[in-house]
């Protein structure tokens, strides 16, 4: 579309209201497909960037597989997006969203699962010891993790199509329980440390960083991690985000990821190069149904 058209349309749009004759109904497809890539491939970006600290920090073998294939089908949406290639870009889009939702319940149960068992064995250490704000973090605690399990059960309870919504309350999830290990960790720094702790509120990632190395010296690998996660970074582990965001190696799209995802090629069907020179010219001679006849005398 030249800029003197888009120069009018935007004229008479503002003079008179959106014109419906002005496009025809491929222009119109066109555009709306355009609108919902480009903003489906803001979204997933979105969901899969904030649950990689979690894959990384926390995640087995299979997660970190189905989060490398989610990021793969999302980086190939992106060239289609740029190529123009709108039908197999939202294919693509779809893909991705399908297999982030399955990362996402997979991280979650797991999550929900070591935050509970890690909640329970504070509340036993705690147990009459007198500090102001034992019961408040024990209580912040557990009322995350409630949170985290109905949204859980809400996105797995919503229509198979509806993945969009099946992700933003999944990411609620996850945040939540991202809050519950704040209150795990100052939990176990006023209960299940080597030295004693003061009360301390703050928030400042450094601070509380030193105070988990002071006074969780006997587990700190495990609340460290505990604290890089709940602010979403990776703590000692290989970042899988930036790995496959400047590596994506697509063509590992071409091999099934078994149980989860089938094989993508982007073009399927390879044409054949055209033949030149004599081989043309023989193919062509070759091709008609008729022979030639013969010359004969008279």
């Not at 704000?133 to 024990?138: D, K, R």
Request: aromatic residues 10%; hydrophobic residues 30%.
């Amino acid at each position: 579309m030249s800029i003197t058209r888009i120069i009018i349309i935007i004229f008479l749009i503002l003079e008179v209201g959106t014109p419906r004759f002005i496009f025809s109904s491929d222009e119109s497809n066109k555009a709306t497909q355009l609108i919902r890539v480009s903003q489906g491939l803001k979204e997933n970006y979105h969901y899969l960037k904030s649950i990689g600290s979690s894959v990384s920090n926390y995640g087995d073998e299979i997660d970190e597989k189905l989060y490398t294939r989610s990021l793969q089908h999302h980086i190939e949406t992106e060239i289609l997006h740029l190529q123009m290639d709108l039908g197999k870009a939202y294919e693509e889009l779809r893909r991705t969203q399908e297999l982030t939702i399955q990362l996402y319940y997979r991280i979650i149960e797991a999550n929900i699962k070591r935050a509970e068992q890690d909640l329970i064995h504070l509340t036993k250490v705690s147990s009459g010891k007198r500090k102001t704000h034992s019961y408040h973090y024990l209580q912040m605690g557990f009322r995350e993790i409630a949170i985290a399990k109905a949204k859980l059960t809400t996105a797995k309870n919503t229509h198979p199509q509806l993945f969009l919504m099946k992700l933003q309350d999944s990411s609620y999830a996850l945040r939540s329980l991202k809050q519950a290990q704040k209150y795990i960790i100052r939990l176990a720094i006023l209960h299940d440390g080597v030295y004693e702790s003061e009360e301390d509120d703050t928030k400042e990632f450094s601070k509380l960083k030193m105070e988990i190395t002071r006074v969780l010296s006997n587990d700190l690998d495990k609340y460290m991690r505990y604290h890089y996660d709940a602010n979403f970074t990776v703590y000692d582990r290989k970042d899988i985000f930036e790995d496959v965001w400047n590596n994506p190696n697509l063509h590992e799209l071409a091999n099934p990821l078994e149980g989860y995802d089938k094989s993508y090629i982007r073009n399927p069907e390879i044409p054949k190069s055209p033949k030149q020179g004599r081989e043309a010219i023989s193919s062509n001679n070759n091709s008609g149904n008729e022979e030639i006849p013969e010359k004969t005398g008279n």
